[in-house]
């Protein structure tokens, strides 16, 4: 069974420092995506990296203030978010793309359960 599983989490004040871990069961497909949804949006994209070279790929509202890397060894996905702010506030997903292109839900097959991140003002 694939299995993601999203840690790091939490409430922080504008400005602050999160990070999100993600802990996969396999690297069956070579990338993984962090995506994001506030309560009445639609699910949208943040940042994706590749096992294989470790290539990644940000979101315009998020470049430059969030990394993600990986632990091949680990098989975990980090995203390393700073300088956060109150629009950043979502529920945060782990998922393993498959097919299409890397920015769209779609692309994705399996996703974690979601992880609360807030960020006050």
């Known amino acids: 069974q694939v299995q993601l599983v999203e840690s790091g989490g939490g409430s922080v004040q504008a400005g602050g420092s999160l990070r999100l871990s993600c802990a996969a069961s396999?690297?069956?497909?070579?990338?993984v995506g962090w995506f994001r949804q506030a309560p009445g949006k639609e699910r949208e994209f943040v940042a994706a990296?590749?096992?294989?070279?470790?290539?990644?790929y940000y979101a315009d509202s998020v470049k430059g203030r969030f990394t993600i890397s990986r632990d091949n060894a680990k098989i975990t996905v980090l995203l390393q978010m700073n300088s956060l702010k109150p629009e950043d506030t979502a529920v945060y997903y782990c998922?393993?793309?498959?097919?299409?292109?890397?920015?769209?839900?779609?692309?994705?097959?399996?996703w974690g359960q979601g992880i609360q991140v807030t960020v006050s003002s």
């Open positions: 998922a393993r793309y498959y097919a299409g292109g890397v920015y769209y839900t779609a692309s994705y097959d399996y």
């Open positions: 396999d690297r069956a497909t070579n990338i």
């Open positions: 990296v590749t096992w294989s070279g470790g290539f990644t």
